[in-house]
């Protein structure tokens, strides 16, 4: 059974940068039919997907966001990282990690951690 | 950024009710839709994918339909442990984009 973990600081300042890792246990990071992806959710609103990475290191970003955000992995610890630069009380968010499954064009976000709030403020 | 416009944004309904949510995307994206449950306090729970594939463990009474632009969730008999959020989530293009969400509330 795949599992993920979110960690990092759960409060940060604000111009900062937060960094958060997503530890995989269960299954591999380095598997050719999965990307992982970032996803959050200010309180009380919906959700936004952050972006998403493959094995290969190719990724993908919501320009929403801008420059401001890198997603990496490194297969020796079998993880993947969020790092959002010049933060804003508008990061504040629980932020989820999560397995997308794809096989042809289906995409499935099927396993997801348990989410990790985090407060910016100064 | 494909928008994706889901109705309503809340609703009241009965246990046993048949409840129908929809999701309307501003261009068309096939059938790359996914349906997606949110609990309180809970991450999101993937109901259906590209646009009526039920989830391996998903109980039958919810089932997916569209393609093209519109899209829906239907719950046949609505059950005690379905009150709850809905989200849509268009995975056909970069950025991958959500609904607003459906509150699906006790009557």
């Known amino acids: 059974q795949l599992q993920l973990q979110e960690s990092g600081p759960g409060l940060v300042k604000l111009s900062e940068t937060l960094f958060l890792t997503c530890t995989v246990s269960?299954?591999?990071?380095?598997?050719?039919?999965?990307?992982w992806a970032w996803i959050r959710q200010p309180p009380g609103k919906g959700l936004e997907w952050i972006g998403s990475?493959?094995?290969?290191?190719?990724?993908y970003y919501n320009p929403s966001l801008g420059s401001r955000v890198t997603v990496s992995m490194d297969s020796a610890y079998n993880h993947f990282s969020l790092e959002i630069r010049s933060l804003t009380a508008a990061d504040t968010a629980v932020y989820y990690c999560?397995?997308?499954?794809?096989?042809?064009?289906?995409?499935?976000?099927?396993?997801w951690g348990r989410g990790m709030l985090v407060t910016v403020s100064s | 950024a494909i928008q994706m416009a889901q109705s309503p944004s809340s609703l009241s309904a009965s246990v046993g009710d048949r409840v129908i949510i929809t999701c309307r995307a501003s261009?068309?994206?096939?059938?790359?839709l996914g349906w997606y449950q949110q609990k309180p306090g809970r991450a999101p729970r993937l109901l259906i994918y590209?646009?009526?594939k039920l989830q391996s463990g998903v109980p039958s009474r919810f089932s997916g339909s569209g393609s093209g632009t519109d899209f829906t969730l239907t719950i046949s008999s609505l059950q005690p442990e379905d009150f709850a959020t809905y989200y849509c989530?268009?995975?056909?293009?970069?950025?991958?984009?959500f609904g607003q969400g459906t509150k699906v509330e006790i009557k």
């Open positions: 990475i493959l094995y290969t290191g190719r990724n």
């Open positions: 989530l268009q995975d056909d293009r970069y950025p991958w984009t």
């Open positions: 590209s646009a009526f």
């Open positions: 261009e068309g994206i096939g059938r790359e």
């Open positions: 999560a397995r997308d499954f794809f096989r042809g064009a289906e995409d499935l976000l099927d396993y």
């Open positions: 269960g299954g591999s990071i380095s598997s050719t039919s999965s990307y």
